[in-house]
């Protein structure tokens, strides 16, 4: 089974709609009376087509329902299961007492639980998973003694668990996760030793781990994440030897982990980041034949890696990043060929890299900064061509040469040495890795010519900066020395010097911005991944469930069906996904998979994850992800309500919408949106295509700015050479003539947007005009403003905000440069005048 690391977390509109008691006992009404009754109260539900009674002469009134689409009877004719998962429904049902099975997942059931649930004595299943309800869980749930299987999970179902759940010693599975849950859980919710599957994760429950837990051997699978729990390590956890997956990340869980982890045969995840576990990494975990993944980062963790690291053969992610773990790296480790994560980071390791790492072929990415590895960086690392996301060495006291084998990294994205003691050139051979976006040589000891082509030639993140004594073509180098011969001897030299320096641009690794997504082929991996690193208001971004996110993204669009197709562009298209729960996204497929690869388009899709990741404003579309694998690259976006604005200045009935206080709203948001872009990122983003068709509408009618495709970050006091990139119409004119972009170019773009949004079209021709206008009042508005809108003249305020913006937009226009404003001065106008 693949694993896919896509961030979410899950916050569910509430309709109006009424949760109906269950389980009521309906006086004088037969089954088949109590279930008409019900239908007919309900909004036309096409799943309840055969819910009618034939007549008499045709059927036995007692053998009605036994016919109906989701129901099941027994012998005797009484309704046994009402089976209504995923059909839609929208409202809830009130029913019948002699009920066995009941499920109404993925529906869009609202309100609370009745307190009646407690009649329905007979349930063995309550599943209502996936649905709106809100309120608590009613303590008559304890009355429920024949309940195995019960699912609340992915509600908004707040309060404290009711400890009588505890009571119920046939349960097999609970599932409580996505909630609001708060208090304690029921210290005895395995008190009949049966209990296979228990989640209760991102919730806000405190107090300790229950104690049934401990000695719970028929435990699979346990999920406790993200929550407030106590507890310790080595105390409250026993022996399970039917466990598979274990994750109590995020939690304060305190002591040392206990060797009887080694006692778990079946383990294939053990996952406890985020805690404050101490002590060493008993030897008996990585006995584990079945291990797959272990996560025990941010903890306290001390010692030294076990040399019986050898022996988990199977791991496929290793991750003790942010611990106190010292020694050295144990050569065994090359025994690990399945590994395709390992993150060491952030510790205190020492003495040199083992060169046996090598052998992992499999890895994806590898993350060994920040502790005190010396020495050479070994070429046998050389080795892991299947690199593609991230090799992270800095922070070390690395020495030596770079070794030329980095060049065979072909998919790489980043690659950041810096902060070590490297000497000599740098290999010519790196300029080949076209697929790398970030290279980050700075604080070494690195001298001779930068290689010309490839990162070194691009707008991509680059850091050559407190070197030795580097040269070459980059802006902020000295030239290197130029000898030019024939026939061997010489002909001339020229010798430039300038001297300059180069303003060192972090790029902080896409791992570490929190939305960081790894999609790699589906059928390579088992277990379900979990990464990130903490957690936000409508989204987990540390130790999310990524698999199923993007499981849930295929399934909701259908692989992508242009059914659910909401846009399309140069690099790709724009689906439209609704989550069962409501929550909606827009998902950005970009055109560069392998059998249709265009570098272009992957160029694209990596500045746009680099410049997303770097912007958290309110006027900015919010990036919630990003999956980049052979068979899909795609982006995870807030979906906005309202469509672009284009759209809506096309449409006569839209255009209505957007009175002239939101058209300055509209142009008062992208205004402070590009300067904070351009002003407080550091560096700055451009970005190099303002357009109506990529300024987004929320519900309110709120402006985004959207596509960060042909985003670029600028250097200060710089341009950027480049090939064109934008929409002709909206672009500055120097464009035409040159290759150097600069923030100006967004400033003209904002104007040519700004006339649009007051005249509900493009200004056309009409902008080489409005570059000779001196005296904006003068200008004839019948020309300028949108007829479909009656003229403001009758509301002062409102008429000078639009006078202002004409005046703005205006001076936006000027075809030198440097006579634009800056967006800072446009954003501060429009605070000062139009509040």
Known sequence: MAQHNIFIFFLFPLPCLVFLPLCSITSGLTETEALLKWKRSLPNQKFLDSWVSPPLANSSRAQIPCSWRGISCDSSGSVIELNLNNTGLQESIGVLSKLQFLSLDKNNFSGSIPQSLGNCTHLSVLSVALNNLSGIIPPGIGRLTNLTDVRFHRNNLHGDLPQELGNVSSLIVVHLSYNNFSGHLPPQVCKGGKLVNFTAAYNSLSGPIPISLRNCSSLYRVQ?????????????????????YIDISLNRVQGELSANWGACKSLEALIMAGN?????????VFQLKQLQKLDLSSNQISGEIPTEIRNASMLYLLNLNRNNISGMMPASIGSLSNLESLDLSMNRLSGPIAYQLGNCYRLLNLNLSHNDFNGRIPNQIGNLYSLEDFLDLSFN????????DLSKFNNLISLNLSHNNLSGSIPDSLRTMLSLSSIILSYNDLEGPVPNGGIFNSSYQLDLSNNKDLCGRIQGLRPCNISVSHGGSSKGKVVISIVASLAGVLLVSLVLVGIFVICSERNSRILEQNSGIKKESTFSILHFDGKNLYDDIIEATENFDDKYCIGEGASGKVYKMVMQGGEKFAIKKFRCEEYELDLEILKAFKSEIEAMTEIRHRNIVKLHGFCSQRSHTFAVYEYMEG????????????????????????????????????HDCDPPIIHRDISSKNILLSANLEAHISDFGTARFLKLNSSIWTAFAGTRGYAAPELAYTMAVSEKCDVFSFGVLAFEILMGKHPGDLISHLQSFDDVPNMNFKEILDPRLSPPKEQQKLMKEVVLIASIAISCLQTNPSSRPTMRSIADQMISSLC
């Open 224 to 244: 406790i994440q993200h929550n407030k729990l106590t507890g310790y390590a080595d105390q409250d956890f026993g022996v399970y030897p039917n466990l598979t």
């Open 276 to 284: 404050s576990i101490k002590g060493n990494i008993p030897g008996e």
């Open 397 to 404: 006291s690395l020495s030596g040469e770079i070794p030329i």
């Open 643 to 678: 469509g672009t604005l284009a759209d809506f200045l096309k449409s006569d009935t839209k255009a209505l919408k957007l009175d002239w206080l939101k058209r300055v709203d509209i142009v008062k948001g992208v205004a402070q949106a590009l300067s904070y872009m351009h």
